[in-house]
């Protein structure tokens, strides 16, 4: 039965990905005198920071920032990006984050928890989860199912119980992997993922209403069940 749910953030909650592009390429030209180039900006898009620090270090030679001072710096670098655009929260997300926070709930992304904690108040109140796994968490990032694994477990949950929330190829995998049913949402699949692996796919969060969710359950699982 479905008794909680785990949510991906940029793609999924919000499109943040491209300031956070634009964030990084502030930060390594200010900080390390190198201009990256488009490739390294979409780069970015549905992937977390161990694959981008891995290809920037590649790319890169000049780069002398360790992966946790490249994400350091863009987080920094964030704030004033955020100051000038704002953040776009996707359609249906604070509704979602709304009928759900009855249930148990965790949070897993690519992005750092000092990303993390910039985002969630942006989306608002609602915006709460008992666990949240952030890049730095684990030393494996999607499409292994770690992140997905730990955040179920701190919520006390199987996975076979948890409703998992993705837009990327690779998060959809995790999930899969994981043990837990996924519902992908095509509004924020601006990297253009193959969504297909998904039990289902939404065009936005707004479709996301609990008879979806008791659908979902009845046909791929065993029902959904009460709030905890």
Request: with cysteine.
């Amino acid at each position: 039965m479905i008794r909680g749910f785990c949510f991906d953030l940029d793609g999924t909650l919000v499109d943040s990905e491209r300031e956070s592009a634009e964030a990084m390429a502030r930060a390594l030209l200010r900080g390390q005198a190198i201009a990256v180039e488009q490739y390294d900006r979409d780069f970015i898009i549905g992937r977390s920071w161990v694959a981008i620090y891995d290809s920037l270090v590649a790319r890169y030679p000049a780069l002398t920032w360790t992966r946790e001072e490249v994400i350091a710096h863009t987080a920094m670098m964030r704030e004033e990006v955020f100051a000038e655009r704002g953040i776009t929260v996707l359609p249906g997300a604070r509704e979602v984050l709304r009928w759900t926070q009855s249930y148990p709930r965790g949070l897993v992304t690519g992005s750092s928890r000092a990303e993390v904690t910039q985002v969630l108040p942006l989306i608002g109140p609602e915006a709460r989860f008992e666990s949240i796994v952030a890049a730095e968490d684990v030393a494996r990032s999607k499409p292994h199912p770690d992140g997905y694994l730990q955040a179920i477990a701190a919520i006390g949950l199987a996975p076979g119980e948890v409703l998992i929330i993705e837009d990327s190829e690779a998060g959809i995998r995790a999930a899969r992997t994981a043990g837990s049913l996924v519902i992908a949402v095509r509004a924020g699949n601006f990297g253009g993922w193959d969504q297909s692996g998904a039990h289902v796919v939404i065009d936005t969060l707004v479709e996301l209403t609990p008879s979806l969710v008791e659908q979902v359950a009845r046909d791929y699982g065993s029902g959904m069940g009460g709030a905890s």
